[in-house]
């Protein structure tokens, strides 16, 4: 790739990290390599089985603990999160990598636990030909004005709201 860009997914409906999955797929189809780094997720669910076995093509990372983080973090959990973002800093300098998601890394900026300034230098300062996925529930301001592409998943109905539990394979 001559440009990479910055893609922002937010919103609370479904099928942010869906997407990202989705964009990872077709572009190891097209010869590229991504980096998929998960915060605040366990690593547990289906289609991570899928992402490691296409290591080299994909590198996959997470950095999160099990069950919901609703607005405590613990002392564990963010530092798990600062190893992600120091992990994926020194990624960035290798330059081995087509495209690098990041996949909920919203909360660590909603929640300070990486700098917005830190951040938005980081992608300012990203090498050129390098694609940034950016995935959370909410992006600030200042994200969503340097990103290059931005999409709103909206939630219209969801059926979680009547009880059913996320499904294996489907949310899971």
């Given at each position: ?120 230098d980081f992608l300012k300062n990203k090498p050129e ?44």
């Amino acid at each position: 790739m001559k440009k990479g860009y910055i893609q922002v997914y937010i919103g609370d409906g479904k099928g942010k990290t869906t997407a990202a999955i989705g964009l990872t797929i077709r572009a190891i189809g097209a010869g590229l390599k991504v980096a998929f780094f998960q915060f605040f997720k366990t690593g547990s669910s289906s289609e991570v089985k899928i992402l490691k076995s296409f290591y080299p093509k994909i590198y996959y990372k997470n950095f999160g603990k099990k069950g919901f983080i609703k607005d405590q973090i613990n002392e564990k959990t963010k530092n798990k999160v600062l190893q992600g973002w120091e992990e994926l800093k020194e990624l960035v300098k290798s330059r081995t990598y087509n495209i690098i998601v990041l996949d909920e890394i919203s909360f660590a900026l909603d929640w300070g636990i990486i700098g917005l300034k830190e951040f938005l230098d980081f992608l300012k300062n990203k090498p050129e030909d390098l694609e940034i996925i950016i995935t959370g529930r909410s992006a600030p301001q200042e994200l969503i004005e340097i990103a290059d592409l931005v999409t709103e998943m909206k939630k219209i109905k969801h059926y979680y709201e009547k009880g059913i539990k996320a499904r294996k394979g489907i949310e899971k």
